[in-house]
């Protein structure tokens, strides 16, 4: 069966229980969401756009194409910021940051909001700033264009940013009340996350779990990682959550056999990744053990 757009609007719309009301606010009328809808009209480049972001995906949603987004600047702007942020280069995104504010560019709500994000991340890691940090990050919440009802991936991707700061200023049930949230909203959108965001959330839901002594449900949380990690043959944080889950088994059960099974493999997968730092790491951990 072949689906047009205004197909796959209303599948949309309607798995998320939008109004067609709450769908057309600020972008047309009720009675043209409705006649899209029904493909009597196509709609413009303009507000399939806006439908796209208010839904909470991107227009290759609909048409499997390109985003109007995917301007080679703007996007190499992103993988920049992206790539400093995982680096920790912190002073570099702030520079970054500051020159993009005034780019005619970056003058679309969704791309502002990825400014403020990477704005209150850094914050908080260079200067240690907190109270900025969130300021920066719920300012980037307010510029979401979905509805009440559906998430963006990028909304998320903040919601886990703001949950990983609670985590560092120990925070614990805070953080682990918006992962739990978080997880919530990912299994309700039937749009198409990156698999390392996924991949993270479960990781940092283990982390946090572990500090609040839930250990089996740290536990849970590594298995659902592990799961992701090999369903979608990466090794993304794969040799982390070995670890941690024989950390974890260790606090539960002490037994120190079974830790150092998941000890070892973690050893094995940050030795192929050439990870020197946490190959020297594990194996002091493991030394400790033996040591017992």
């Given at each position: 069966?072949?689906?047009?757009?205004?197909?796959?609007?209303?599948?949309?719309?309607?798995?998320?229980?939008?109004?067609?009301?709450?769908?057309?606010?600020?972008?047309?009328?009720?009675?043209?969401?409705?006649?899209?809808?029904?493909?009597?009209?196509?709609?413009?480049?303009?507000?399939?756009?806006?439908?796209?972001?208010?839904?909470?995906?991107?227009?290759?949603?609909?048409?499997?194409?390109?985003?109007?987004?995917?301007?080679?600047?703007?996007?190499n702007v992103y993988q920049d910021l992206?790539?400093?942020v995982r680096e920790k280069n912190y002073?570099?995104?702030?520079?970054?940051?500051?020159?993009?504010?005034?780019?005619?560019?970056?003058?679309?709500?969704?791309?502002?909001?990825?400014?403020?994000?990477?704005?209150?991340?850094?914050?908080?890691?260079?200067?240690?700033?907190?109270?900025?940090?969130?300021?920066?990050?719920?300012?980037?919440?307010?510029?979401?264009?979905?509805?009440?009802?559906?998430?963006?991936?990028?909304?998320?991707?903040?919601?886990?940013?703001?949950?990983?700061?609670?985590?560092?200023?120990?925070?614990?049930?805070?953080?682990?009340?918006?992962?739990?949230?978080?997880?919530?909203?990912?299994?309700?959108?039937?749009?198409?996350?990156?698999?390392?965001?996924?991949?993270?959330?479960?990781?940092n839901s283990a982390v946090i779990a572990?500090?609040?002594?839930?250990?089996?449900?740290?536990?849970?949380?590594?298995?659902?990682?592990?799961?992701?990690?090999?369903?979608?043959?990466?090794?993304?944080?794969?040799?982390?959550?070995?670890?941690?889950?024989?950390?974890?088994?260790?606090?539960?059960?002490?037994?120190?056999?079974?830790?150092?099974?998941?000890?070892?493999?973690?050893?094995?997968?940050?030795?192929?990744?050439?990870?020197?730092?946490?190959?020297?790491?594990?194996?002091?951990?493991?030394?400790?053990?033996?040591?017992?």
């Amino acid at each position: 069966m072949i689906m047009y757009v205004g197909d796959k609007i209303k599948e949309l719309r309607m798995h998320y229980n939008i109004y067609q009301e709450e769908l057309a606010e600020g972008i047309c009328t009720q009675a043209t969401i409705s006649r899209i809808e029904k493909n009597e009209i196509v709609p413009n480049s303009y507000i399939l756009y806006q439908i796209a972001k208010r839904l909470g995906v991107d227009m290759d949603y609909f048409y499997g194409s390109g985003s109007l987004l995917k301007i080679e600047y703007v996007k190499n702007v992103y993988q920049d910021l992206e790539r400093l942020v995982r680096e920790k280069n912190y002073k570099e995104v702030l520079r970054i940051v500051k020159l993009e504010k005034i780019n005619p560019l970056f003058r679309r709500d969704e791309l502002k909001q990825i400014l403020l994000w990477r704005e209150g991340i850094s914050y908080f890691y260079l200067n240690n700033n907190q109270d900025k940090a969130f300021e920066l990050l719920d300012a980037a919440l307010q510029l979401t264009p979905t509805t009440k009802k559906n998430t963006s991936a990028t909304e998320i991707d903040i919601l886990a940013s703001i949950a990983a700061i609670h985590g560092e200023i120990r925070q614990y049930a805070k953080a682990a009340e918006i992962y739990h949230d978080i997880s919530i909203k990912m299994k309700k959108s039937p749009a198409n996350y990156d698999p390392k965001l996924a991949i993270r959330i479960a990781y940092n839901s283990a982390v946090i779990a572990h500090l609040l002594s839930n250990y089996q449900e740290a536990i849970r949380f590594c298995d659902k990682t592990i799961q992701l990690c090999l369903s979608n043959l990466t090794f993304y944080i794969l040799g982390e959550t070995y670890f941690q889950k024989g950390e974890s088994i260790l606090a539960l059960t002490s037994n120190k056999q079974e830790t150092l099974l998941w000890l070892e493999k973690s050893l094995n997968i940050f030795r192929i990744i050439n990870n020197e730092h946490a190959v020297k790491y594990v194996l002091d951990e493991i030394n400790k053990l033996n040591s017992y």
